[in-house]
């Protein structure tokens, strides 16, 4: 089945740092990957959508400055947030479309929790 | 605006029960609805896909049922383990083609 892989799974850093998280499609083309955020005992967040070669559609509210999204390849997207604050804490999962259709299914990553001290 | 729903929050039955869990959304447009399952820490596991068209779908113990004009759906775990303990999501894409997730059921299986 279509894998698609998250990392790192953990990162704890201090406040001001930039983390990047990469999301892989280990077997399949991903036109349009995905980025979330869920707060616990929260449901899933639609953060951004990430097209392959074009900019990323960012959310209402979310801020595009903040959580900068490249995807350069059909095969990798990345997010990264910069200056981090504890505000920023989470935990950050990405999905992979197969195919262009929106009614394809979604792969997703195993997650990123970012813990900022 | 979609919503989705999932009642109740947490669920807790002895092992070996039959079970259902329920997901209602509000705006029936749907190009398809998922379930899906997050251990604690981790991310989602796809365990069925039903697009608009069809009724259910079923994967072993796993069965879900869509009706799309009430706007509901349910999945059923049949002679529920200690393994299933989990929390189960529902999520359906609309016509702006986003994922829409409820909150989830935390279910415990107790054995």
């Known amino acids: 089945g279509a894998v698609v892989s998250q990392h790192p799974s953990r990162v704890i850093c201090k406040s001001g740092t930039s983390v990047k998280i990469e999301c892989r499609s280990l077997?399949?083309?991903?036109?349009?990957m995905f980025w979330y955020r869920q707060f616990p005992k929260q449901s899933l967040m639609l953060m951004a959508t990430?097209?392959?070669?074009?900019?990323?559609?960012?959310e209402q509210g979310v801020e595009k400055d903040k959580f900068l999204i490249n995807h350069a390849s059909l095969t990798l997207s990345t997010l990264t947030v910069t200056s981090a604050h504890p505000e920023d804490s989470s935990f950050y999962i990405c999905?992979?479309?197969?195919?262009?259709?929106?009614?394809?299914?979604?792969?997703f990553g195993d997650g990123t929790r970012l813990s900022i001290l | 605006k979609q919503e989705v729903t999932q009642i109740p929050a947490a669920l807790s039955v002895p092992e070996g029960e039959n079970l259902v869990l329920n997901c209602s959304f509000t705006?029936?447009?749907?190009?398809?609805l998922q379930w899906f399952r997050q251990d604690p820490g981790k991310g989602l596991t796809s365990l069925l896909l039903?697009?608009?068209?069809?009724r259910e779908q079923t994967s072993g113990r796993l069965n879900a049922s869509l009706d799309k004009s009430s706007g509901r759906s349910t999945l059923y775990i049949a002679a529920s383990q200690p393994g299933d303990s989990a929390t189960y999501l529902c999520?359906?894409?609309?016509?702006?083609?986003?994922?829409?997730f409820g909150k989830g059921i935390t279910l415990s299986v107790r054995p």
């Open positions: 999520a359906v894409i609309g016509a702006n083609s986003k994922l829409t």
């Open positions: 077997d399949f083309q991903a036109t349009t």
């Open positions: 705006d029936s447009a749907i190009y398809n």
């Open positions: 999905s992979a479309r197969e195919g262009v259709q929106a009614n394809q299914p979604q792969h």
């Open positions: 039903i697009q608009s068209s069809q």
């Open positions: 990430s097209n392959e070669g074009s900019k990323a559609t960012y």
